[in-house]
């Protein structure tokens, strides 16, 4: 069997249906887009064809290219990868021009056949780009299929030819939205977009018909007609000049220059519309080069596609029978249980949502009646699909109702007495195959286990706020879970569609391990007099979504207090953030407990939108006269978190790097860019990162003390994922 099959109909439309076999989305292999190219000859060799249609033989058109090729033509091209990469595009190129061109007379722009793509469910990437080459487009009339050219989001930008055809088609200023924010649209949006030509309830049978009927003059694209003006103006028009000048600072100003991909996305478009349309797209092909040559791009592939997908196919799970979860018992209804039941009744499992009053169990079932009314304005959802989750869910006060759950969520009060006790109540309930989970962000799962009468049976998942928003799930074995709990656990994030991580049990996990570090160094410069605003841009330039004064608004101030009194209760003598606490402690007593108080190191507005740095900190904390270096302070942002992954796989509590990079990526926005905190120092290097731990040490305390692991892979001369990448854990250093 092979990727695509070809078959000329009675009226002599020739269909290239494109089906991968044992694949549940059509990905474009090498050897797939050569039959592409084999079938394009064949049909525009026959003359007993007058056209083509390309469509999917599956629920859905494209997933794009798969993304390990890209990986296979760096190895095979050994020391010039980047003329492998080149000429790998550059060949993509070709066929799909040629698909475009479908013999037509380079003159007179006559005697080519027509091609149209009947695009039948979501397509993106290299999928939509081979759509764009066709000369007309009808997608199915579906708002659940999705197209797009998302691949900005993976560090690349679409190099098959979408960036130069689709800014030609529609002008920079349309595409930019589009092309930098990999917007995927509804059929109906993409239309509008010119994505597409038609929305059809038949695609495949109105794109016949159009081949049927196309003219000459219906198949030759704008940039191939005579006296093409690219829409909007070229970069030499004073309105296209414009547009540029508002693009450039768009992009920088949401990327602040650290995504290579967005800024080589523009320069494409720039340089491509000053020169005829083959030479742009040589031209793209050479950014695209650029951009895959840059270790960025290939970080951020490995961790948001290679990565993720094996962590979300079950890289780590043990093996043990298939866990799917049929019936999950929430306890607790507040924010953090009721986004629970939200994201469990839509993956269709039946959901018991406890609470100790009926009121609040039922204003946590409401959380989900809001979001669906939420999604029935946008046109997301309809009042069926809302009466069909609201009925997966039974809201009440009666333990009885979880009789037969397989699996428990527990997420009452971060308490380990209210948590406790819980425990027996719910075990005396449910059956003994029943996997209690704990929902906790700091409390030891080992500790909370010995409530438990089967502790083989009890693990611990932390769900990151906003449920129904944050994409990574930690999953937390203590000393006695068994290998069934873990697997439970799998299947149920993936069954939620979510993507997960597991580490073992130790303060703080792994997430929060790494993220409170960040807080803290942001908070501790404060006190020491560094200027907040150069605190909180250092932060945004080095990648971070959030610097760290605005996160710990958002999570809360008091939380924090919260958290390192107990710590330090933990810690005795040990405790390293006395200095921290100074600050925290202070904020709090104030009043200014973040954006749920409306006051924090921000100020808000009484809707709660967040304005300038509190103008009193500086009185309590003045700003000193001479300044850190920015870098300095990026160093201290980045290595607080970077040297406290290091610790967690040095400590065995991440047994993954490729866990760990894209929990950080996913949990808490650790630069993008970078493809987490190990490949971070796979780019810089181990040994340049001992050098700045050894001056930071010696300027800023031990905190920034050098890991032995790291240490050993400086003087080694290795790399975490040539050592490490395959999964393997920490050998002792």
């Known amino acids: 069997m092979t990727d695509f099959t070809y078959e000329v109909d009675a009226d002599g439309v020739a269909v290239v249906t494109w089906d991968a076999p044992g694949k549940s989305m059509n990905v474009l292999t090498r050897e797939a887009f050569s039959l592409v190219e084999e079938y394009i000859d064949r049909a525009l060799a026959d003359d007993a064809v007058k056209g083509v249609v390309i469509t999917s033989g599956k629920k859905d058109f494209a997933g794009g290219m798969d993304l390990n090729v890209l990986a296979s033509i760096r190895e095979e091209s050994g020391d010039n990868p980047a003329q492998g990469l080149f000429d790998f595009t550059m060949n993509g190129h070709r066929i799909l021009r040629k698909l475009e061109r479908a013999g037509m007379d380079p003159k007179t722009n006559k005697g080519g056949k027509p091609v149209a793509c009947a695009i039948n469910g979501t397509c993106a990437g290299i999928g939509t780009e081979i759509a764009l080459a066709c000369h007309r487009r009808f997608m199915t009339d579906n708002p659940k299929a999705k197209i797009g050219l998302p691949e900005i989001l993976l560090g690349i930008f679409p190099g098959g030819g979408g960036t130069i055809r689709y800014s030609r088609m529609v ?19 993409a239309k509008s977009a010119q994505m597409v030509d038609e929305v059809s309830a038949d695609p495949v049978a109105d794109a016949k018909a159009w081949v049927l009927s196309a003219t000459d003059a219906d198949i030759v694209k704008p940039w191939d007609a005579k006296g093409y003006k690219m829409p909007g103006g070229a970069p030499y028009h004073p ?91 929430v306890l607790g209804a507040g924010m953090m249980g009721a986004g629970i039941a939200l994201v469990s009744a839509q993956a269709g499992i039946e959901v018991v949502l406890i609470d100790q009053n009926q009121e609040a169990a039922d204003r946590g079932k409401a959380y989900t009646a809001n979001f669906a009314d939420k999604g029935i304005k946008r046109g997301k959802t309809t009042p069926e699909k809302k009466e069909a989750l609201l009925n997966a869910i039974t809201a009440t006060t009666d333990l009885d109702a979880l009789k037969g759950c397989d699996l428990i969520v527990e997420a009452v ?109 942001g908070i501790r410069m404060v006190g020491e007099g560094v200027s907040p605003v150069l605190i909180e841009n250092a932060a945004r330039m080095v990648g ?63 809707n709660g939108k967040r304005g300038y740095l509190w103008e009193g900190l500086g009185d309590k904390y003045p700003v000193a006269d001479d300044q850190p270096d920015l870098h300095e302070v990026q160093h201290r942002l980045l290595f607080a978190q970077v040297l406290e992954a290091v610790r967690a796989f040095e400590d065995g509590v991440l047994e993954d790097i490729r866990e760990g990079d894209v929990g950080a990526i996913l949990g808490w926005g650790f630069a993008p860019w970078s493809g987490g905190p190990f490949s971070w120092l796979d780019i810089v290097g181990a040994a340049w990162a001992a050098e700045q731990c050894d001056a930071l040490q010696a300027k800023h305390g031990d905190r920034f003390a050098c890991p032995a692991l790291l240490r050993e892979m400086a003087e080694a001369g290795d790399t975490f994922y040539g050592r490490y990448g395959n999964g393997e854990q920490a050998k002792a250093a």
């Not at 002008?171 to 949006?189: F, I, Q, T, W, Y």
């Not at 932390?462 to 656990?489: C, N, Q, R, W, Y």
């Not at 101030?557 to 405790?575: F, N, P, R």
């Open 413 to 521: 009060f971060e308490d380990p007495g209210v948590k406790a006790e819980m425990t027996k109540k719910v075990e005396a309930v449910v059956g003994e195959d029943c996997i209690f989970a704990t929902n906790t962000s700091t409390l030891p799962i080992t500790d909370l286990a010995k409530a438990s009468v089967r502790p083989e049976k009890f693990i611990g998942i932390h769900f990151f706020s906003p449920v129904e928003k944050m994409m990574l799930v930690e999953i937390i074995k203590g000393a006695e879970t068994g290998d069934v709990a873990v697997a439970k656990s799998l299947d149920y994030v993936r069954q939620i569609r979510k993507t997960p991580i597991v580490v073992n049990d130790a303060r703080f996990f792994y997430a929060n391990r790494c993220i409170i570090p960040y807080i803290n160094e």
């Open 239 to 329: 309105a296209g000049f414009m547009t540029f000048v508002g693009a450039s600072a768009m992009v920088n100003g949401k990327t602040q220059g650290v995504y290579p991909a967005a800024k080589a996305l523009l320069s494409a478009v720039y340089e491509g519309a000053l020169v005829p349309f083959d030479t742009a797209l040589k031209i793209e092909a050479r950014w695209f080069t650029h951009v895959l040559m840059n270790p960025s791009s290939s970080s951020m592939i490995r961790s948001l596609f290679i990565n993720k997908q094996a962590l979300e196919k079950g890289a780590n799970r043990p093996d043990v029978a298939d866990q799917t979860v049929k019936k999950v018992g």
């Open 544 to 606: 971070m979504p959030l610097g760290p004064l605005q996160l710990v608004d958002e999570t809360s101030i008091d939380l924090g207090v919260k958290i390192a009194k107990a710590t330090k209760a933990a810690m005795g003598d040990a405790y390293p953030d006395s200095a921290v606490d100074e600050v925290v402690f202070w904020m709090a007593d104030e009043g200014r407990l973040g954006r749920k108080s409306n006051a924090g190191f921000y100020n808000y507005d009484e």
């Open 171 to 189: 002008g920079a200023m349309a595409a930019s939205p589009v092309l930098l924010e990999g917007r995927m649209m509804d059929p109906k949006k």
